[in-house]
Nanobody
């Protein structure tokens, strides 16, 4: 039974910084990717950033140069460091784990989300 819990959301002014954290309760057999997604009010959920098990990262064009994704495997925490935030970053941010619980069983788990609100 895996649990992902996001934290760190809140209200921040435009241009400010915020760090989101996602703790995960399991050590999967292997991690393919972990990522952050966001969903703004009335919008589709979109990819923000992902990191593979070996540390390769991918970012949405809208956040490149501003956000940094990282993972602390020992602590089982995924981070999203958000800098130079913009009002359009306002959304609920979700943590995702794409992994295998064993060599034969895929896992796709999501956290409950944490709200980030960026004021003008």
């Amino acid at each position: 039974q895996v649990q992902l819990v996001e934290s760190g959301g809140g209200l921040v002014q435009s241009g400010g910084s915020l760090r989101l954290s996602c703790t995960y309760s399991t050590t999967p057999f292997s991690i393919r990717t972990m990522g952050w997604y966001r969903q703004a009010s009335g919008k589709q959920r979109e990819l923000v950033a992902t990191t593979t098990g070996n540390g390769r990262t991918n970012y949405a064009d809208s956040v490149k140069g501003r956000f940094t994704i990282s993972r602390d495997a020992a602590k089982k925490v995924l981070y999203l460091q958000m800098t130079s935030v913009k009002p359009e970053d306002t959304a609920v941010y979700y943590c995702n784990l794409d992994a295998f619980t064993d060599p034969w069983t895929p896992l796709d788990a999501w956290g409950q989300g944490t709200l980030v609100t960026v004021s003008s």
